[in-house]
Nanobody
Framework: QVQLVESGGGSVQAGGSLRLSCAASGYTYGSGCMGWFRQAPGKEREGVAVIYIGSIFIYYADSVKGRFTISRDNAKNTVYLQMNSLKSEDTAMYYC??????????????????WGQGTQVTVTS
């Protein structure tokens, strides 16, 4: 049974930083894609960043390019999302998700079949 557990959310002032973590367990950590997605109240879910587990490919949503960095630590089976220069519009519930075969549209959450419980990020101005 694949399980993902997020941590690291919280409240921060605009311009600040947070680092989210997603710890994976229950499977061989060596393939597929791990992504961070977010959903704000009243808005559709948005793909934020995706990293290919077995290669170097990384993708970001335009809205976070240059501010967010996704990375992984294979030894810890953990993926991180470093978020800098946070804006009020980054306020959302953040989820990590995994899929065993990376979809063509990697930022499309509908193709991911394992999700964490989410962690809230609130950016105050």
């Amino acid at each position: 049974q694949v399980q993902l557990v997020e941590s690291g959310g919280g409240s921060v002032q605009a311009g600040g930083s947070l680092r989210l973590s997603c710890a994976a367990s229950g499977y061989t950590y060596g393939s597929g894609c791990m992504g961070w997605f977010r959903q704000a109240p009243g808005k559709e879910r948005e793909g934020v960043a995706v990293i290919y587990i077995g290669s170097i490919f990384i993708y970001y949503a335009d809205s976070v390019k240059g501010r967010f960095t996704i990375s992984r630590d294979n030894a810890k089976n953990t993926v991180y999302l470093q978020m800098n220069s946070l804006k009020s519009e980054d306020t959302a519930m953040y989820y990590c998700a995994w899929v065993s075969v990376c979809p063509r549209r990697v930022l499309n959450g509908g193709d991911y079949n394992v999700w964490g419980q989410g962690t809230q990020v609130t950016v105050t101005s």
